[in-house]
């Protein structure tokens, strides 16, 4: 998988999370942006161009729901992640690639796979 150059917002509220995620995306010679509420998140995305997102879904008692939604309307795929289990998600996301935390390496790479192959489900 080509991640080299893809700038990826990386929505988590979680740091030690947020740090991993983002090592694991500079592995794979990504450019990582972290931000770790909403209200900076919306911001980043009206201020620069991203190739990929990966938000988590519970963002300080917020859903980040309307954000993804954003996204994907400028073409920008997104996957969640999440720690509730398969979360259920709105039927207009209900397809959106989506990791249970504690994820493998393996697995997110097989959701990025599917977000940049606009796959509608990448399986845990």
């Known amino acids: ?14 740091p030690i999370i947020a740090l ?5 995306l500079l592995d794979r010679s990504a450019q ?7 209200n ?11 190739d990929l997102a990966v ?15 954003q996204l ?3 073409n920008t795929p997104v996957i969640f992640i999440t720690g509730y289990g398969d ?7 209900e397809q959106t690639p989506t990791l249970t935390k504690p994820y493998s390496v393996q697995a997110l790479e097989a959701a990025l796979l599917a977000a940049f ?5 990448a399986q845990p």
Request: charged share 25%; hydrophobic share 45%.
């Open 72 to 74: 994907l309307e400028i």
């Open 40 to 50: 900076s998140a919306t911001e980043a995305v009206e201020s620069q161009k991203f």
């Open 1 to 14: 998988m080509m991640l080299a150059g893809r700038r990826v917002l990386v929505v988590e509220d979680e």
């Open 87 to 93: 979360a259920l998600h709105p039927a207009d996301l």
């Open 55 to 69: 938000l988590d879904v519970n963002i300080h008692g917020q859903q980040s729901y309307t954000l993804a939604r």
């Open 32 to 38: 990582p942006v972290l931000a770790h509420c909403l």
């Open 117 to 121: 192959n606009g796959v509608q489900r």
């Open 20 to 24: 991993v995620l983002e090592d694991k």
